[in-house]
């Protein structure tokens, strides 16, 4: 046998062992699945990460109020000075509901009762108690809260505690996806405009996480004693606003 002959064999099972071979791994799904998972990463490992922060606001104007009241008492005993505070408790409430308010929006807070002393004798003594109402009103019709005001120290009222304006849970359910399509809206521009400038283009994101900030009542300060006299009370909600902000994870490639 000379030496072609010998080769020729040698050559014809090194073909078949390598087409075995190429048959095993297409036939075996985990050796597959292994093969396509790192031509997977190895795509994304060439992506560029951008890390942007969007932000998003909305004016809104109020259109609820809370309105705090205060309605005291005195009397040389506890329940003495409770009685005369929840009879002007009771008087303030009759008042708010005349104008329309409903039960639910009227709410007790507190009762309180403290002793009175007098401090010119050693030790000092306990002349007397004062017990102190204080209630709640949610006023849903920004145009009633200068009467509320009105009424309120009209039957009786010894203070208030300011007005916070705010708005309905309808209408701050609105403005806060306004606020995150604005935040959203953001970002995709800043991402777009820094994808550009390198000469690069958003392909994907990679992850996103929303901050949205609560609803801060909006104070006002309202000079209310002897309201009713004075003609009423001139009330200006102004304007608040809401806001959110997103984190957004842009991936990035070479523009093509």
Do not use: H
């Amino acid at each position: 046998m000379n030496m072609r002959n010998a080769i020729l064999p040698i050559a014809v099972c090194v073909i078949a062992i390598g087409l075995m071979t190429s048959m095993i791994l297409t036939s075996n799904p985990i050796l597959a699945e292994t093969t396509s998972t790192s031509t997977s990463q190895t795509q994304e490992e060439r992506l560029t990460t951008l890390s942007i922060v969007g932000f998003g606001q909305v004016y809104y104007t109020p259109d609820e109020a809370m309105v705090t009241f205060r309605a005291l008492g005195q009397g040389t005993t506890a329940e003495e000075a409770l009685n005369m505070s929840a009879s002007k408790a009771s008087a303030i409430i009759d008042a708010l509901k005349d104008l329309g308010i409903e039960d639910e929006d009227i709410k007790t807070s507190g009762i309180n009762v403290y002793p009175r002393y007098d401090f010119e004798v050693k030790p000092p003594k306990i002349v007397g108690y004062e017990a102190c109402y204080t209630i709640v009103v949610r006023i849903r019709d920004i145009g009633l809260v200068g009467k509320a005001i009105d009424a309120a120290f009209s039957a009786g009222a010894d203070g208030m505690y300011g007005v916070q304006f705010t708005i309905s849970d309808e209408k701050r359910a609105e403005l806060t996806q306004q606020a995150i399509r604005a935040a959203v809206e953001d970002a995709e521009e800043k991402a777009k405009i820094i994808a550009e400038s390198l000469g690069m283009k958003v392909v994907g994101i990679k992850s996103v996480s929303l901050s949205s900030q609560p609803i801060i009542p909006v104070p006002r300060s309202v000079i209310a004693f002897k309201a009713a006299e004075a003609g009423g009370v001139p009330i200006e909600p102004g304007k608040a606003k809401i806001s959110a902000s997103v984190s957004v994870i842009y991936l990035l490639s070479k523009q093509a």
